[in-house]
């Protein structure tokens, strides 16, 4: 009994045209752009809100040293963004002690 589909010449195509508009390093490398930094709101919003929370800030130097870093291209392919504390930029110099040293108290432990 032969199956007699149609329409995946066209999906195919589709698909091609998806992944060429998508591709990071080529074409679609505004629209990686705007994914990327779309996608890093929400993770710095509920960093920032980690920082917050405690009842002894004195400064809010913290807070608001937590910052979303450019899109930079990767070694082999792709995009990548940092979210958080960025070293050469001025800030909370504490930021990695207070992640990685108190885990009661880290930024990223709930984002």
């Given at each position: 009994?032969?199956?007699?589909?149609?329409?995946?010449?066209?999906?195919?195509?589709?698909?091609?045209?998806?992944?060429?508009?998508?591709?990071?390093?080529?074409?679609?490398?505004?629209?990686?752009?705007?994914?990327?930094?779309?996608?890093?709101?929400?993770?710095?919003r509920q960093m920032k809100a980690n920082a917050a929370k405690d009842p002894k800030i004195i400064t809010g130097v913290l807070s608001r040293s937590i910052r979303i870093g450019p899109v930079k291209k990767r070694r082999r392919s792709g995009k990548s963004i940092t979210i958080g504390v960025h070293r050469k930029e001025e800030g909370a110099y504490y930021a990695t002690p207070v992640e990685y040293v108190r885990p009661d108290r880290a930024l990223m432990k709930v984002a």
């Open positions: 009994m032969p199956l007699d589909t149609q329409g995946f010449d066209g999906l195919a195509s589709d698909i091609a045209g998806m992944a060429g508009r998508m591709d990071a390093d080529g074409a679609g490398a505004p629209v990686a752009r705007r994914i990327l930094e779309a996608a890093a709101q929400p993770i710095h």
